[in-house]
């Protein structure tokens, strides 16, 4: 079965300090995965997938498969950084379609 | 135009009554899933539709769980004699196109209801 790995639930950096949120899965098949962000009291929203290989709001992250890792990344924090991000990874669920597995997520809250 | 919708957001119940969820997905969306997120967990697939055909209920914890989409639009899910540990968050997504098929395809998600059991 398909796993996601957040080690960090809280990680706490002083703004303009870079950020690394981690991520490591667990799947035996071609992985597609995904950063959510949940700011307070909005709706959880997609921030990036790997398979783009785009930057958004400054954020990037590169799948690597050797380290089965898609780590999630920014030079310089910024105060509306602060929220909840969930690293999630597409797999075949077996039953006829594709599900999401989450992480368990990690909090970042940017210092002023 | 309008997102994906809940309600109610907030629920109490007690232990033993039974609760109907609801979710209005954006509309001309093909596929509907429901997540199950207990607090400090990350959301955990429950079920998915696809227009009114549910696919795949590998992730519905207990067959006190039932959800329908009859119209292939609203779906509902209902929880009977609800129990303590079913107190979560219940977030509804939809995305435009099929699911049973591998590639891209954004879910959105509602801003989920909280349900606690007393």
């Known amino acids: 079965a398909q796993r996601v790995t957040q080690p960090e639930k809280l990680l706490s950096v002083f703004k303009g300090a870079p950020v690394e949120l981690k991520c490591n899965y667990s799947y035996s098949g071609s992985p597609e995965l995904f950063w959510y962000v949940q700011y307070s009291r909005q709706r959880l929203q997609l921030l990036l997938r790997?398979?783009s290989r785009e930057s958004i709001k400054g954020f990037t992250a590169d799948l690597n498969k050797g380290e089965t890792s898609f780590h999630l990344k920014k030079p310089f924090a910024q105060e509306e950084d602060s929220a909840m991000y969930y690293c999630a990874l597409k797999a075949y669920s077996g039953a006829g379609s594709y599900q999401l597995t989450f992480g368990k997520g990690t909090k970042l809250s940017v210092i002023p | 135009g309008a997102g994906v919708s809940q309600s109610p957001r907030y629920k109490v119940a007690k232990r033993g009554q039974d609760v109907a969820l609801r979710c209005d997905p954006i509309?001309?969306?093909?596929?509907l899933f429901w997540y199950q997120q207990a607090l400090g967990q990350g959301p955990e697939f429950l079920t998915y539709f696809q227009n009114e055909a549910q696919l795949d209920k590998s992730g519905l914890p207990s067959d006190r769980f039932f959800a329908e989409r009859p119209e292939g639009s609203v779906s509902t899910l209902k929880i009977q004699r609800t129990q303590q540990e079913d107190s979560a968050v219940y977030l509804c997504?939809?995305?435009?196109?099929?699911?049973?098929?591998?590639?891209?395809?954004?879910?959105?998600f509602g801003p989920g209801t909280r349900l606690t059991v007393l």
């Open positions: 790997h398979i």
């Open positions: 509309s001309g969306h093909v596929s």
């Open positions: 997504a939809s995305s435009l196109a099929d699911s049973a098929l591998p590639g891209y395809n954004e879910q959105f």
